[in-house]
């Protein structure tokens, strides 16, 4: 069992609509919870980050944890086909002296217009 | 955030061959990553750059395929040695700086080995 787990979609969905997207762990040590986006052929881009289980808010995007499931969530509202990217999900996890990233697959994701 | 450039952008190289890849930041970072990413996979770490002292590898990744510099705080080198095909790829740095683990990442260095 992989310590992130990322359903890789891809997802298609209409312009305007509800984006739900999901990661779950098994580490109950990861502290810090990231989402980036990456668009095709670029760097992948931080969205948002949170520490604690509840929910964070930046303009239409939404970031949940629930650290008691191990569970995570990127909400996005209105979605637009300037959101059609890839979104990955990372979680920190100290190594020895260092703190490392763990990574998900990453899902696609196509707003259609 | 932390403005991080690389280069190339990209490069065809011949098997067998070595390509050093430059990654600058616009300020200081505490800490600098170099990552993998083959054709739609996540990413995979690499290695740690270490400012003034050996890279700390991850598991599978070794010195003398992949040599790490970093002189300073704002800058550091990925060379991929002996290249083959399977080093296609696309190699990315990060940065971190501040309380939080997040990561600023460069535009990437798309590779192909023929």
């Known amino acids: 069992q992989k310590e992130v787990e990322q359903d890789p979609g891809p997802l298609s969905v209409p312009e305007g609509a509800i984006v739900s997207l999901n990661c779950t762990y098994s580490?109950?040590?990861?502290?810090?919870f990231m989402w980036y986006r990456q668009y095709s052929r670029k760097g992948p881009e931080l969205l948002m980050y949170?520490?604690s289980s509840g929910n964070k808010e930046d303009g239409r995007f939404t970031a949940q944890v629930d650290k008691s499931s191990k569970y995570i969530s990127l909400f996005i509202r209105d979605s637009q086909p300037s959101d059609s990217a890839t979104y990955l999900c990372?979680?920190?996890?100290?190594?020895?002296?260092?703190?490392?990233?763990?990574w998900g697959l990453g899902t696609s994701l196509a707003v259609n217009p | 955030s932390a403005v991080i450039s690389q280069k190339p952008s990209r490069d065809i190289c011949q098997r067998g061959t070595s390509l050093t890849i430059q990654c600058q930041v616009d300020?200081?970072?505490?800490?600098m990553f170099w990552y993998r990413q083959q054709p739609g996979q996540s990413l995979t770490l690499i290695a740690t750059?270490?400012?003034?002292?050996?890279?700390?590898?991850e598991s599978g990744f070794v010195i003398d395929k992949f040599p790490i510099s970093r002189p300073n705080l704002t800058f550091s080198t990925l060379t991929v040695s002996n290249m083959s095909p399977e080093d296609s790829s696309i190699y990315l740095c990060?940065?971190?700086?501040?309380?939080?683990?997040?990561?600023?990442f460069g535009p990437g260095t798309r590779l192909t080995v023929l």
């Open positions: 990372a979680m920190s996890a100290l190594d020895g002296n260092n703190r490392k990233l763990i």
């Open positions: 580490n109950s040590a990861f502290q810090y």
């Open positions: 300020s200081q970072v505490t800490m």
């Open positions: 990060s940065g971190h700086r501040g309380a939080a683990d997040t990561q600023y």
């Open positions: 750059a270490n400012q003034g002292s050996e890279a700390t590898y």
């Open positions: 949170t520490y």
